[in-house]
């Protein structure tokens, strides 16, 4: 199966950043081994996964690798629809006439979804140990999160037992070392309990594996995968079974598995023996230290104190007490952390996907569900990268870079059949197969806005980083999608306003005559979403002085957009109507994307607006039985962090710990919401969780950067270093009593600094480059500076 879609478009020119020593070691730990997935310890390398478990008398690692998905491409996905159509039911809607809209609406424009597929697990790698006397004694299993390292240790009969295992991204396999204080005392059978149907076969010191993935849920099709188990041992001997291996007394064993599928153009056996064969001759000290360097190369670039912690107690144990109302601002801290961890394990510059709704892992219960286990494009996919650009891990959006390129190759035959229109669409859900159609059901799925919005974060990352070059390369994915709203939206007669639609408020409904209906013209979240595709292209074309025509074609549209509305409540409208809603506590908050991850909205420049957004937010937390998941509480904290405050947001970020994340801080969609049987890892939680917290403690969205803009009492003082604000900044600084102590800026690009800092008695005294200066003061306490390229200011305090 050769992959249409795979390519690399969006390779970033970016400047290797030095890390530093963190000043504690950063890690999770536990003293005793997993008994469920949501205990378990994860470790990847943007393409392979493990979730490590710990047993003693039975190991189990779950193994997976990102691309292991069902489904296959479909030329039907699409219901041809075009132009004429479009246009008369945007009339019907005009007309006001919405219940006959939305009724062929949900007829007519949805998509096929006959080989949608999804991701699935593989299975475990298993590790049966030989028994001896059952005590155990000084267990500790452990996540090195400034390493990407997970252990064991145990103390059994006398003996010292040591695992190591981590996913190394140099060598591109999965390592396991297993040790003791003893030599011979290596005993166990090696084996695999797969989930798809596999042909398993040893040869010497090899476990191999092949077969198709067979999912039928979402439809026919799957890939096909090859993988292996290379098994080294120091001393004793490996005994050769039919599906496993056995080790019998030797010093040490080191396994190494890789596992590859088809999606990836490549002879699969060939790739997994290459990799297996190549990581054997470096040996283990040497993965080791290649992995250590590379996966510190990102780690260590940021580093985050809020206070004293209780590092001595294991973190699940830790996690009770916080939700017994004991404060821990190191676990916060530890939180942030883990974060920027499953993002880098998750999405590498090598990556052939991007991370899904389960990062690079799989519970093999998303997968299940009516949801699936895809990109999802009306928040969540959005929310897995809100955390990189401000968190230092620029070089991890490559692969959601790639994968927004091949989704406009796709998108631009959906955009033909469906609307009749130039550019491309993409919807709701997106797979890796090419599906850009909308969704099955219109009230979830015709959200034409959806690629747009994903789409919109290759300009925030020209916005963080000022890369010209990167620009030339990615204008032309946001040209054409703003191409194709300028042919699809449609002139209101009523007011003028040019509007989108049909299309649905992800994923909410509102009330008109008692009936309960999904689509309008120009629902607020659309209007976000468009102005921000049209003001970077009409930004981008100017920067990169093209398109002249085109931009004035942009300007006129943006002039045309209809303005933000507040309603009888004194909220921000979630449609061009003021309805009512059909469900006020449901968990999307689709309309206020304005404030975050936008700026469109802003306590300086709309404080109105503000006002009302803050009332929308109220009125949907205090709905009864509002349905609170990972990914609408960590929304929260962003949200409150935005509108500065503090109580709410530290709340929120209390909230998305104790509420919704597990014993291995994975976040959560708990069970019954959205029909979910039981507790489901979804990856968005935690990296829009670190985001927000980051949030908390320096933006850049106005035309500053804002140092400790949302601290609550809780983190009076701390310290953080690495933080990249938009301009191409990097921020490291440290307070005490909320006040600033030390600020320190290094500009990445020439360009002008401007900061904002807190206000605060005590006299500052100014430097560029260790020399004091007087920099230009502005009003609002905002401090202004022309850099060049690897210049430091700071900025201390008496």
Known sequence: MKNKWLCLFFSLGLVVQGGFAQENPVKMWYDEPSDDWMKSLPIGNGRLSGMVFGGVEKEKVAFNEITLWSGQQDAGQEKPFGKEALRNIQQLFLDGKLEEGNAQASEQLVGVPNSFGTHVP???????????????????????LAKGIASVSYRQDGVTYNREYFCSNPANVLVIRLSASEKGKQNFEVGLNVLRKSAVTTDKNTISFSGQVDFPTFGPGGVHFYGGIKVLAEGGSIRQNKES???????????????????????????????????????????????????????????????????????????????????DPDLIALFFQYGRYLLISASRENSPLPANLQGIWNDNLACNMQWSCDYHLDINTQQNYWAANVCNLSECNVPLFDYIGALAEAGTKTAKTVYGCEGWVAHTMANVWGFTAPGWGTGWGLHPTGGAWLAS???????????????????PVLKQSALFFLDYMIEDPNSGYLMTGPSTSPENAFLLDGKQLSLSMMPTCDRVIVYEILNACQNASELLQVDEEFRGRVIDAIDRLPPFKIGKYGQVQEWQEDYEEAVPNHRHTSHLLALYPYSQISLDDTPELAKAAAVSIDRRLNAADWEDVEWSRANMINFFARLKDSKKAYGSVLGLINELSRENMLTISPKGIAGAPTDIFVFDGNEAGTAGIAEM????????????????????????????ARGGFQIDLSWNDKAVKHALVTA???????????????????????????????????????????????????
């Not at 004293?308 to 109302?325: F, I, S, V, Y």
């Not at 900061?755 to 005590?762: A, Q, V, Y």
């Open 697 to 724: 403690l320096l933006q850049s969205h106005e035309e500053y950067a804002e140092l400790l803009p949302c601290l609550p009492e809780e983190w009076s003082s701390g310290s953080y270093k690495g933080l990249c």
């Open 245 to 327: 291996l056995s080790v019998e007394n030797a010093d040490e064993v080191v396994l190494i598995a890789d596992l590859r599928t088809d999606f990836v153009p490549g002879d699969m056996e060939e790739m997994t023996s290459s990799a297996l064969n190549g990581a054997e001759k470096k040996g283990f000290d040497t993965l080791k230290q290649e992995h250590e360097t590379d996966f510190g190369r990102l780690f260590n670039r940021v580093a985050l104190s809020l206070g004293e912690g209780k590092n001595e107690m294991a973190t699940d144990e830790r996690l009770k007490l916080l939700k017994e109302g004991n404060e």
């Open 122 to 144: 593989f299975g475990d790698i298993e590790l049966a140990f030989a028994q001896g006397n059952r005590t155990v004694e000084n267990y500790i299993r452990t996540l090195n």
């Open 748 to 798: 990445k690009v020439n360009n002008t600094l401007k900061l904002k800092l807190p206000e605060r008695t005590g006299h500052e005294k100014y430097y560029k480059n260790k020399k004091q200066i007087d920099p230009i003061l502005l009003p609002y306490g905002i401090v202004r500076i022309d850099l060049q390229k690897g210049d430091i200011f700071e900025v201390t305090y008496d």
């Open 457 to 475: 974060h290759l300009w925030d990352y020209y916005r963080f980083t000022n890369d010209e070059v990167f620009l030339l390369r990615a204008y």
